[in-house]
């Protein structure tokens, strides 16, 4: 008698496409061959149905969250390991790289930070950026009404300070230059070709660092789908033009390392 299979259910990923904490859990997810089906995470309208989803009416809760056939996963480190145990893909970290991952999670996230404050900052001033950034369901008159409110409640939630840009942009150099330096000895270490900021082999190090760069420039649609003004939002002109040599090597990294993108392009 035939055996009847029942296909695994695949896991579901909760994400804004565009974020740099969601394009980390969606590499390391990729990189390791795990299926997963993609829910896009409207913030403030889909805050009490997540919180519902994950029995979870008081404290914070943010994405990326992954729901897998036994429990939630919450936040990109978590999933991005959650991927390292469960995957197929080539390890992206030792047990004795944990601690030189960290401590680029650490930065990378400090840019994730700055970048949402500037981000957040540039969809109000960008004309037509607030109404691009709400969902297509929301009727042309409210769209920048919606968008407002949305940012706001970003803001609020997660303290950010509009007014700091100076010292948001300072952060941002910041790691860009320690991202330089560590590509500079692993150059000498190398001998020139793809070069990698843990080990010498491709880490979640490097998926971390590559989405801090994608908050100075975003990488191309083919990889992260992004609207035409959200990009524009994103975008830190002078800092692109002084870390060119760093966003090459994102470019290279995304080339070689990404496997199919995050889906179909956004721009118009
Ligand atoms: N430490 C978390 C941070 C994630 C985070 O800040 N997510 C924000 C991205 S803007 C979010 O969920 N925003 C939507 C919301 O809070 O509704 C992680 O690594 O995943």
């Avoid at 409207?42 to 036994?70: F, H, N």
């Avoid at 409640?153 to 330096?181: P, S, W």
Wanted: charged share 25%; net charge positive.
């Amino acid at each position: 008698m035939p055996t009847q299979v029942t296909p695994a259910r695949p896991q579901r990923l909760f994400g804004i496409s565009y974020s740099p904490w969601t394009e980390k859990a969606r590499w390391a997810l990729e990189h390791h061959g795990i299926p997963y089906t993609f829910s896009e995470h409207t913030p403030l309208i889909d805050e009490l149905p997540m919180r519902l989803r994950l029995r979870k009416l008081r404290g914070s809760i943010s994405v990326p969250t992954l729901l897998t056939k036994d429990s939630f996963v919450q936040g990109s480190l978590a999933i991005a390991r959650w991927a390292d145990a469960n995957g197929h893909g080539a390890l992206l970290e030792r047990a004795d790289e944990r601690a030189a991952v960290d401590a680029w999670d650490a930065r990378a996230e400090r840019a994730f930070e700055a970048g949402r404050a500037l981000y957040s900052a540039r969809l109000r001033s960008t004309p037509g950026a607030l109404e691009d950034a709400v969902p297509a369901f929301v009727p042309e008159p409210l769209r920048r009404t919606v968008g407002r409110i949305g940012v706001a409640f970003i803001a609020r939630k997660y303290g950010v300070d509009y007014q700091a840009e100076a010292v948001h942009e300072a952060t941002l150099a910041e790691v860009l230059t320690a991202l330089r330096r560590a590509l500079a000895e692993a150059a000498s270490q190398s001998g020139g070709a793809l070069r990698y900021v843990v080990g010498g082999h491709f880490t979640l190090a490097d998926i971390v660092a590559a989405c801090a760069v994608n908050v100075v420039v975003p990488v191309g649609s083919q990889y992260v789908p992004i609207r035409p003004r959200t990009r524009e939002a994103w975008t830190r002109t002078a800092l692109a033009l002084e870390f060119g040599d760093v966003i090459s090597w994102r470019d290279a990294l995304y080339a070689r390392h990404r496997r199919d993108g995050a889906g179909p392009s956004l721009v118009a």
